[in-house]
């Protein structure tokens, strides 16, 4: 299926960017698949990487061109770029997590080898799952997403890092998998560098520099991949970072600047409206 032709999607059957400002998104399988029947055909997300846990219920499961009937309970994860798509039994119940790259690399910045044992998909069989870790695990993941509390975002966090780990740990069990093909690993790595790099305010030619290849085959590959140019992804990331900042300290819209890398505030102020469509102040005022 070529990735030209499939949605790219943040969350499924939304194109708008990244509205929250925590550096994640918990949700129910139920909650979004009642609304499309069961269905959520075939698509991708380009910066973003998923984890799912069908606790009960079964699941018709396209991935690329596989398709594979699944049977709760079992964990999956899905990288970014990656063509996938459910039919899911009606009343099925589980989990699905969705989590940037760079928060990804973030949690990994201690063992980015660990991380690079993500990059292809992960399906582990109800045999090989620990169904009450993992129940534990996605339970308290719901129900500290829905709470707000001072301990909020870092016992969220700490959640997270553990799925991931034991993800990779189950990946690093079974090392026989298909690679990524040059251009996927390629822009799965240009993420990695922007969350290393987006406050420095580098020319795309810096991450091309760092890749070995030239400018306008970063943006050829950006392009291909996530339908955006390598500029605007560094952009959406200098975003978030701007939004996370905003909601979750105290800091003041010019200590938020400069902390972003912006030697003028007033400059910070007019790329985050020409971005959301408000300022700063507002944004933090709705949130």
């Known amino acids: 299926m070529s ?13 708008k960017p990244w509205s929250a400002p925590e550096p994640f998104h918990y ?22 990487l998923q984890v799912l846990y069908l606790a009960r219920g079964s699941a018709v499961l396209t991935l690329d061109t596989r398709v594979e009937t699944l049977h709760a309970p079992l964990v999956m994860m899905i990288p970014p770029m990656v063509v996938h798509g459910f039919h899911f039994q ?64 870092p016992l969220l966090t700490a959640t997270i890092s553990l799925l991931l780990l034991l993800l990779a740990k189950y990946v690093e069990r079974h090392p026989n998998r298909p690679a990524f093909d040059r251009g996927q690993r390629r822009y799965y790595r240009f993420n990695q560098l922007i ?26 590959t ?14 959406q990331r200098l975003l978030l970072e701007a939004k996370r900042l905003l909601v979750y300290t105290g800091m003041q819209i010019t200590e938020i600047a400069y902390a972003l890398g912006f030697s003028d505030p007033a400059y910070f102020t007019r790329f985050f409206k020409h971005r959301t469509a408000c300022s700063p102040q507002q944004f933090r005022r709705e949130q």
């Not at 420095?200 to 050829?220: C, R």
């Open 90 to 153: 009606p009343n099925v119940e589980g989990h699905v997590l969705t989590l940037p790259v760079h928060f990804v690399n973030q949690i990994f910045a201690a063992a980015p080898e660990a991380a690079s044992l993500l990059e292809m998909p992960v399906l582990i069989p109800g045999k090989e799952v620990d169904t009450a870790l993992f129940d534990s695990l996605f339970r308290r993941c719901e129900q500290e997403y829905r709470n707000h509390h001072s301990m909020r975002l």
């Open 27 to 48: 949700e129910s399988i139920a909650k979004r698949s009642i609304l499309h029947n069961w269905e959520i055909t075939a698509h991708r997300h380009d910066n973003l």
């Open 195 to 220: 969350g290393e790099h987006f406050h420095e305010h580098q020319p795309v030619s810096f991450y091309a520099g760092l890749l070995g290849i030239s400018s306008t085959q970063l943006n050829n």
């Open 3 to 15: 990735q030209v032709n499939v949605p790219n999607y943040k969350l499924y059957g939304e194109n």
């Open 222 to 235: 950006c392009r291909r991949e996530a339908g955006m140019s390598a500029q605007q992804l560094v952009h």
